[in-house]
């Protein structure tokens, strides 16, 4: 299957228009987990499925230059998480505006896998605290955003960043401590 995806992702970067067309049932399996381990993770009154997020971010990830850009596999799916983090932002910015009740419907994420205690923080407050994190250790930001938004266990997304097992582990205690740090009260 690692072959096939690679072969259509070529076949995408050629400009073959039927390779978009292939590659969705090919991926679609993967892509639905990714997205029902992060909804699982939303508040209650959530109204996006994980249906429609693997669908809105396929179609943005095909409608885009960034498809072109996957050499492989693994390159996909991380621009899969990607676009799944941005329009998971985008809902949450909107939710959040003015127009739309201000901070009167808040949408809550736990951080369960990032912050023991279990306590929820916004994902506006993620974002921000990623875009500071990833000032400080892009690599770091990339294992969080792996990690957090699609769910991925740390063998695969130590694998996708390439990078050992072992060094992604010390990577990840970093990534926490530091968002620890940022998303806890008053920080």
């Known amino acids: 299957m690692s072959s096939d995806v690679?072969?259509?992702?070529?076949?995408?970067?050629?400009?073959?228009?039927?390779?978009?067309?292939?590659?969705?049932?090919?991926?679609?399996?993967?892509?639905?987990?990714?997205?029902?381990?992060?909804?699982?993770?939303?508040s209650a009154g959530?109204?996006?499925?994980?249906?429609?997020?693997?669908?809105?971010?396929?179609?943005?990830l095909v409608d885009s230059?960034?498809?072109?850009?996957?050499?492989?596999r693994k390159y996909f799916f991380a621009a899969a998480a990607e676009a799944m983090r941005r329009i998971l932002i985008e809902i949450a910015r909107r939710k959040e505006a003015v127009k739309r009740g201000g901070?009167?419907?808040?949408v809550e994420?736990?951080?369960?896998?990032?912050?023991?205690?279990?306590?929820?923080?916004?994902?506006?407050?993620?974002?921000?605290?990623?875009?500071?994190?990833?000032?400080?250790?892009?690599?770091a930001a990339e294992l969080v955003k792996l990690r957090y938004f699609t769910g991925l266990p740390l063998p695969e997304a130590a694998e996708m960043l390439e990078m050992?097992?072992?060094s992604a582990r010390r990577l990840w205690a970093y990534a926490r401590a530091f968002l620890l740090e940022e998303l806890s009260p008053g920080a």
């Open 164 to 166: 050992s097992e072992r």
């Open 6 to 42: 690679s072969a259509l992702l070529s076949a995408i970067q050629r400009g073959e228009s039927h390779a978009a067309d292939a590659l969705l049932p090919l991926v679609y399996n993967q892509l639905r987990e990714m997205a029902r381990a992060k909804m699982t993770q939303e």
């Open 109 to 139: 994420f736990p951080l369960s896998d990032l912050y023991e205690a279990g306590s929820a923080v916004n994902v506006l407050e993620i974002d921000e605290a990623l875009t500071r994190l990833a000032a400080q250790d892009a690599q």
């Open 65 to 72: 230059r960034a498809v072109q850009k996957c050499h492989s």
């Open 103 to 106: 901070d009167w419907d808040r």
């Open 46 to 60: 959530q109204t996006l499925q994980a249906t429609a997020l693997v669908h809105e971010a396929y179609l943005r």
